[in-house]
């Protein structure tokens, strides 16, 4: 059972636009959502995170959007460079225990 | 801060043969993560530690697979015998506790090759 859904699974943008990422969720215990970037030959790195009872948060050129009611979630990445191509990974956990991934979205922006 | 230390980072093996995967975590961490990243299946939880403790192996595939923690600065994750779908990379990652949404940090993994 996949618990974390992620789309789509590769994406190209233009140097300057914006990047979106979605994840969508099942399990309703799930009350914290994190977002990972992995290079070539690098392990996933911490990029920003939301906890369910905000709907937003936003830094620097990355923004989280939630939706509860929905179970969903998105990365926004704004002004999009050609150093933020790599493979993003959604991820949620129901605090006590590890994280489940989604599969993961290899981003490409075209300079 | 060395960061999450992985070892060896590429391991080549024969079908059948034992292979033993390294990683010592960031000091002073209490949590410890051993995933498995793969094209089709993405990353994969396989066992997690706290406090030296094994809490839930549920991901671990079989009894080929198993993990230790001796003690707070070292883990071990043991694939006996080896077969060709368990070719992968294999991520360790530490954090400060479980259940605190301490982000996980991450080593640069062992790419596993098994022929």
């Known amino acids: 059972q996949q618990q974390v859904k992620q789309s789509p699974q590769s994406l190209i943008v233009q140097k300057g636009g914006i990047s979106i990422i979605n994840c969508a969720y099942e399990?309703?215990?799930?009350?914290?959502f994190p977002w990972y970037q992995q290079f070539p030959g690098k392990g996933p790195a911490l990029l920003i995170a939301?906890?369910?009872?905000?709907s937003e948060k936003k830094e620097g050129r990355f923004t989280i959007s939630f939706n509860k009611s929905a179970k969903q979630f998105s990365l926004h990445i704004m002004d999009s460079q050609p150093g933020d191509s790599a493979t993003y990974f959604c991820?949620?956990?129901?605090?006590?225990?590890?994280?489940?991934f989604g599969k993961g979205t290899h981003l490409i922006i075209q300079p | 801060d060395a960061g999450v230390i992985q070892s060896p980072r590429h391991e080549v093996t024969e079908m059948g043969q034992e292979v033993t995967l390294r990683c010592k975590p960031i000091s002073g961490h209490n949590s410890l993560f051993w995933y498995r990243q793969t094209m089709m299946r993405g990353l994969e939880l396989l066992i997690y530690?706290?406090?030296?403790?094994?809490?839930?192996d549920s991901g671990m595939p079989e009894d080929r697979f198993s993990a230790k923690m001796p003690n707070a600065s070292f883990s071990t994750l043991k694939i006996q015998p080896s077969e060709p779908r368990d070719s992968a990379v294999y991520f360790c990652?530490?954090?400060?506790?479980?259940?605190?949404?301490?982000?996980?940090?991450f080593g640069n993994g062992t790419r596993l090759t098994v022929t």
């Open positions: 991820a949620a956990s129901p605090g006590a225990d590890g994280l489940t």
């Open positions: 530690f706290n406090n030296n403790v094994p809490i839930d």
């Open positions: 990652a530490s954090s400060k506790l479980t259940g605190s949404n301490s982000p996980l940090h």
């Open positions: 399990n309703t215990a799930f009350d914290y």
């Open positions: 939301i906890r369910p009872d905000v």
